[in-house]
């Protein structure tokens, strides 16, 4: 048995739609920035839940702004 808690694996928006709007710099999968995907693993809890707080209405703007880059 080892004495080495589990880690709880890290929540993720990620829907695996990875496609960046040019014009907004967003992912239109997730809605978060190239900057926020590459940290994503090293933000801790707190700025992780800030960024997701965050995505519904990026997603919302993004999807106003450019609706033919969404396939739904």
């Not at 496609?19 to 926020?36: A, F, H, K, N, Y």
Request: a neutral charge; glycine letters at 8%.
């Amino acid at each position: 048995m080892s004495d080495t808690p589990h880690s709880a694996p890290i929540p993720s928006p990620c829907i695996k739609v990875c496609v960046v709007d040019p014009l907004s710099s967003l992912c239109i999968g997730c809605g978060r920035t190239m900057q926020e995907i590459g940290g994503w693993l090293g933000y801790g809890p707190e700025r992780r839940a800030a960024i997701m707080a965050a995505l519904p209405e990026r997603l919302a703007r993004l999807r106003a702004q450019n609706p033919d880059a969404f396939s739904d």
